[in-house]
């Protein structure tokens, strides 16, 4: 699919807030409202935009943790990878993961309430499982930038 110069203007918009309206978007943009709305509908079809959320204030809700966990599987054959996948999609508090190249098979973005809930999480869950040969975890201190927009404007037409 085609993204030109005016798409990367109105995913920009859309980054910023997804609740702007058609018509506002279209003002933004120096188009009118229909040519807009089918932009709009022909990248969510193609998949470029696939979801609209709230993003939520995760130290208001009282999430102070994050956790950037490293993950060695006992064995790295299709099924244990699969499984292991399988597992990490059932537990919320996972809220990323990637396979990796190099020394780690894994890498996990892991948010809890505080390090006793972390603790509980890796003991109990993480460790418990035969998958899983060697972890690391690696607290973060401070946040100094954590964004879901991306670099459009980067990008080379």
């Not at 790295?76 to 809220?95: A, D, K, S, W, Y």
Request: charged share 25%; with cysteine; aromatic share 6%.
């Amino acid at each position: 699919m085609l993204i030109d110069a005016l798409d990367k203007k109105l995913l920009s918009l859309l980054q910023e807030d997804a609740d702007i309206s058609t018509s506002a978007l279209a003002e933004k943009l120096h188009i009118s409202q229909s040519p807009c709305w089918r932009r709009i509908n022909r990248l969510e079809e193609a998949g470029v935009i696939h979801k609209k959320v709230a993003l939520l204030d995760r130290e208001a809700l009282g999430i102070d943790v994050v956790v950037f966990a490293t993950v060695n599987l006992t064995q790295t054959g299709r099924q244990n990878l699969l499984e292991f996948e399988r597992m990490i999609e059932g537990h919320p508090e996972v809220i990323e993961c990637y396979t990796m190249t190099g020394i780690w098979d894994y890498v996990l973005k892991i948010v809890t309430r505080d390090v006793r809930h972390y603790e509980d999480f890796v003991r109990n869950t993480l460790s418990a499982s035969d998958l899983i040969r060697e972890l690391h975890s690696h607290i973060a201190v401070t946040e100094i930038k954590n964004t879901t927009s991306l670099p459009l404007a980067t990008q080379t037409d």
